[in-house]
């Protein structure tokens, strides 16, 4: 039998153990520090494992930082939509770290700034976490309204990427003047909507407008694109809008396993140009394979230059230059295909050029 001395040593011991438990637990469930952002530029880190997220939205430009092996899970507790909502700045994700943010409407990695201002705005991500969200995985808007003000955005992954209802990495550039949008992924990434999304548009100035994307990584996307891209320079003075892809990952889509739009038909000396070079094998389920259109004042110049197998229902390849706009001017087309290409109810390979100076396609299918 017990005696009372027995039972107060055994419950003082037991608070003891419950004691040391929390604050192990306490350890173990580090924030980000600061917890929330302040108006001003701001160094922030974050370690451990917790539940929880960071708002680094009330301005400044700030510098993310998130420690090896880190675990964030954001149960729907915490008011903001994505593990990090972030403005202008860097954001760095060190590998090991893992994030989830299932419930419905939640992101990874967010970050949206609209600004005024005469100089360049830029965010930079580099992420190697692995993401499980409900919505984007990584998502991006950086907005110039300044006169004569450009704007950059440029993101890095390497980290698995799983978006359930959404897209994986989708970024949009936009200013007065000069544009940049650069994506790097080396991340397999599995979406509902595209996998890769990078869009840019100059509106006032003109100036030009640079979409990059280079990917190695296997995309597969459920209800939409691959890789889907639009440039578009459309302001008062010359302007240019390029595209630059280049694919070495496998891609399984929906829609359009590549796609490409530039658009710069404003003033008399606007070009346009897109250039990709794919050695992945894509399929794609309802649409094209690689699918480029394209319209441009005094250039419109597409490059496309494919080694791999491509399975599309409609076109494998779809290239449209046009150089009509106003005055009009020069439309080029150049292809090299040395890949398999089968298509369902399409052509292997479809090319029109059209210029009111000149048209010129030349196709080299091997």
């Known amino acids: 039998m017990l005696t009372k001395s027995i039972l107060k040593t055994l419950l003082l011991t037991t608070r003891v153990s419950i004691a040391l438990l929390a604050t192990a637990a306490l350890t173990a469930h580090a924030q980000f520090t600061p917890a929330t952002g302040t108006p001003g530029n701001d160094t922030i880190t974050g370690s451990g494992t917790f539940i929880g997220s960071l708002d680094a939205t009330q301005g400044g430009v700030d510098s993310i930082t998130v420690a090896p092996g880190t675990v964030i899970i954001n149960n729907g507790a915490s008011p903001n939509q994505a593990i990090i909502d972030a403005g202008l700045g860097t954001i760095t994700v060190n590998a090991g770290s893992t994030f989830s943010a299932a419930v419905a409407g939640q992101s990874g990695i967010f970050f949206d700034s609209s600004v005024a201002s005469a100089g360049i705005q830029s965010t930079t991500v580099t992420t190697a976490a692995s993401i499980v969200s409900d919505s984007f995985s990584i998502y991006g808007s950086v907005l110039n309204n300044g006169l004569g003000g450009g704007a950059t955005s440029s993101v890095t992954n390497t980290g698995g990427l ?5 897209g994986g990495i989708d970024t949009v550039v936009t200013a007065d003047s000069a544009v940049s949008n650069t994506v790097i992924n080396s991340g397999n990434i599995t979406s509902n909507q595209n996998s890769i999304t ?3 548009a100059s509106l006032i100035f003109g100036s030009t407008s640079a979409v ?5 990584g296997n995309l597969t996307s459920t209800t939409g694109a691959g890789i889907f891209t639009d440039s ?4 008062a003075v010359t302007g240019a809008a390029t595209i630059n892809i280049s694919n070495t990952g496998n891609i399984t889509s929906d829609d359009e396993s590549i796609r490409a739009g530039a658009n710069a038909t404003i003033n008399a000396t606007d070009t346009a140009s897109v250039t ?3 050695s992945g094998n894509l399929t794609s389920i309802n649409l094209e394979g690689i699918y480029v259109d394209m319209q441009g004042v005094a250039s419109a110049q597409a490059q496309i230059t494919n080694s791999g197998a491509i399975t599309s229902n409609l076109s494998s390849i779809s290239i449209s230059s046009d150089a009509t706009a106003l005055a009009g001017g020069n439309a080029s087309i150049s292809l090299s295909n040395s890949g398999n290409l089968s298509s369902i109810n399409g052509s292997g390979i479809s090319a029109n050029s059209i210029g009111n100076v000149s048209a010129a396609t030349q196709i080299v299918n091997s």
């Open 212 to 216: 990059n994307v280079t990917n190695s």
């Open 232 to 235: 578009l320079s459309a302001g």
């Open 198 to 200: 990078a869009l840019a």
């Open 162 to 166: 799983v978006a359930i209802n959404a």
């Open 276 to 278: 990709i070079t794919n």
